[in-house]
Structures are given as structure tokens and as C-alpha cells.
């Protein structure tokens, strides 16, 4: 009787973790954290991601040319197929539909707390951030440059 009962509510948990895991794994993706206050005015200037020379500057910072202790590519892979397990990958309209450029902005200043993606400020001006951004777009726009009209809050 008791032991039936143990059973019963061992099956019940089981479904539930079941179902919970099946919810998880559902296409919507965990939600963004929100842009810092300070970030909230930070704006891809004019052309910028389609410019051709901030995008040849934005390559040589992405594969370490400019400044080797800079190599996104590194770990993001040099055509934005990761090679460091757990980094984003960039390829994907599903990750970058959803950056906002305030919000990649201040990802590439601050990083992201407990994962290798490091604060890259010290490192890069503001200049440059727009330029590798520019560069990185064009792994989810088949390698050409694009406006990032694909951004949907
Ligand atoms: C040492 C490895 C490493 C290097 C070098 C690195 N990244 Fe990352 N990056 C990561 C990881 C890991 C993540 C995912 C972190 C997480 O779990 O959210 C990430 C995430 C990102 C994201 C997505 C942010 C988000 O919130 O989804 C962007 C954009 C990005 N990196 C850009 C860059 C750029 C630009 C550079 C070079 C200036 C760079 N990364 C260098 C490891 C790295």
C-alpha cells in the first residue's frame, strides 16, 4: 500500500520534471538581461554597420591582428562558429535578432560575470567596439554587411 503510493508520486515527479524539461527547451529563449542605465544612449553611429573600413577595422580586432590579447575569434570561432565551449554563437539570427546595439555594446564593455567573455573596455575604445561589432554582424548575414534591420526586441 505504502510502497504503491511511494511508486505513484515517484511517477508523478518524474512527469513533472518530464514536462518541465520539455517547457525549457521550448523555441523561446531565457529573457535578456536589461541595458545598464549608462548604456542606454550608446548607438551604432550613422552607416556604421555597413561601413567597409570599420569593417576591415573590426576584422583585425576580431582575429587578434590589431592587438593579440584581443582575439574574439579565439573562442568565437573566425567565422563565427564557436570554439570555445559555451561562447554564443553568433552565427545564429536567434541570439543576435535579439541584441540591441546598446545592448552588444555593453556586452563587449562589461562583459558577462562567471564566463570567459572578459570586459574588453581597457582594451578597445568605443570606436572599436562599433568596428568588431560591424564585423560580427555579417556571421548571421552570410558574410556580407548588413543592416541590423533584423533586431526585434
Ligand atoms: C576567452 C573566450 C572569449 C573571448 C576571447 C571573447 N568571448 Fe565573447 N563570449 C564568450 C562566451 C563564453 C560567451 C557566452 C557567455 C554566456 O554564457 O553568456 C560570449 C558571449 C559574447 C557575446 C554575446 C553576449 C550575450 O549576452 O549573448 C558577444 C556579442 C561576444 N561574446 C562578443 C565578443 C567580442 C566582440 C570579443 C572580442 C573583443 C569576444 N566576444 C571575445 C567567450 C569569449
Not at 523561446?28 to 536589461?34: C, V
Not at 587578434?64 to 563565427?80: I, L, M, Q, R
Amino acid at each position: 500500500m505504502t510502497g504503491s503510493k511511494i511508486g505513484m508520486s515517484a511517477v508523478m515527479m518524474g512527469c513533472a520534471l518530464i514536462l518541465s524539461g520539455g517547457m525549457a527547451s521550448a523555441e523561446d529563449l531565457p529573457p535578456l538581461p536589461p541595458v545598464p542605465a549608462e548604456y542606454a544612449d550608446k548607438h551604432m553611429p550613422a552607416g556604421g554597420w555597413t561601413d567597409p573600413k570599420a569593417i576591415e577595422e573590426g576584422a583585425k580586432i576580431y582575429s587578434g591582428e590589431s592587438n593579440p590579447v584581443v582575439n574574439c575569434g579565439s573562442c568565437h570561432g573566425k567565422d563565427g562558429q564557436p570554439v570555445k565551449k559555451g561562447a554564443r554563437d553568433l552565427r545564429d539570427q536567434k541570439n543576435v535578432g535579439r541584441y540591441s546595439d546598446s545592448f552588444w555594446f555593453w556586452r563587449i564593455a562589461e562583459g558577462i560575470p562567471k564566463t570567459k567573455m572578459k570586459a574588453w573596455k581597457s582594451l578597445l575604445s568605443e570606436e572599436q567596439i562599433w568596428q568588431v561589432m560591424a564585423f560580427e554582424h555579417q556571421f548571421s548575414h552570410g558574410g556580407k554587411p548588413s543592416e541590423h534591420t533584423d533586431y526585434k526586441p
